[in-house]
Structures are given as structure tokens and as C-alpha cells.
């Protein structure tokens, strides 16, 4: 059972042992040996400032990030192999969607890669090696 403990902003979970991660490691989470990220895809790095605010970098392809020597991003596009999936309810009821969207794609044998976004939601990604790009 994920328990929860109560803050100011939302139902964070003490442990994501069910499956989930935390959305700050999602890019070394879901890139492999399988799914690379590809060198013309847009990445960036969010970051909190010493006065407490959040920013984020210039958003640059995975090609040039890795010239710049900057450390790892932590924000990708939504690849064109890649569907997401996103819980997007009131904050108690998120992780019981989450967990029955998990059900449901194990039960019809799909794999996927869930994260919790820090706030309230859940991201779940699906991989596919045949996903066709309608434009």
C-alpha cells in the first residue's frame, strides 16, 4: 500500500515501491539500450535558484545537451514511439486510477514506466517499436 503523507500542496508519497518513480529521475529511468533518446529530441533541466525560485534551461536537442557538458536534463518531448498517459483528478484519487491504468495495461501484457510528477499527478509511459505518426 503507497502511503501518503500530507502536505501544504498536495498528497505526496512517502514510498513509490508500487511501481512509480519520482518524475525528477524520469530520463534515466525510461532511456536504454531498447529506447535512446534520440539525438534530434528537445530536452531541458528544471532547477530551483538559491532564492527558492524554479526556473528551467533553454530547451536544446539531446545532440547539442551532450556538447555542453550540463548535467543530465530532467524534461524530454514526448517521443513519436512514446504514448503518456496522465492522472489528472482530485489529489486522493489519483494513485487509485494510477493504479488501476497499471492493472489494466499488466493484465493486456503491455509494459510501461510510471512516475509521480511532485505534485499530484501520475505519469504513466508506454513504449512501442511499431507506433505509426499520424499528422
Not at 493484465?107 to 508506454?126: A, E, P, V
Request: glycine share 6%; aromatic share 14%.
Amino acid at each position: 500500500m503507497l502511503a501518503y503523507e500530507k502536505s501544504a500542496s498536495a498528497m505526496v508519497p512517502k514510498t513509490l515501491a508500487e511501481g512509480c518513480h519520482f518524475e525528477s529521475g524520469a530520463l534515466l529511468h525510461l532511456q536504454g539500450p531498447r529506447f535512446p533518446i534520440p539525438e534530434n529530441a528537445w530536452v531541458a533541466r528544471r532547477f530551483k535558484a538559491s532564492d527558492g525560485t524554479i526556473g528551467c534551461t533553454k530547451w536544446l536537442t539531446w545532440a547539442d545537451w551532450k556538447t555542453q557538458g550540463k548535467n543530465l536534463p530532467n524534461y524530454r518531448q514526448v517521443l513519436p514511439n512514446e504514448i503518456v498517459l496522465e492522472t489528472d483528478f482530485e489529489k486522493e484519487t489519483n494513485w487509485t486510477i494510477a493504479k488501476k491504468i497499471m492493472e489494466l495495461l499488466r493484465q493486456q501484457g503491455y509494459g510501461y514506466k510510471c512516475f509521480f510528477s511532485g505534485n499530484k499527478s501520475f505519469h504513466i509511459h508506454l513504449f512501442f517499436t511499431n507506433l505509426q505518426v499520424i499528422e
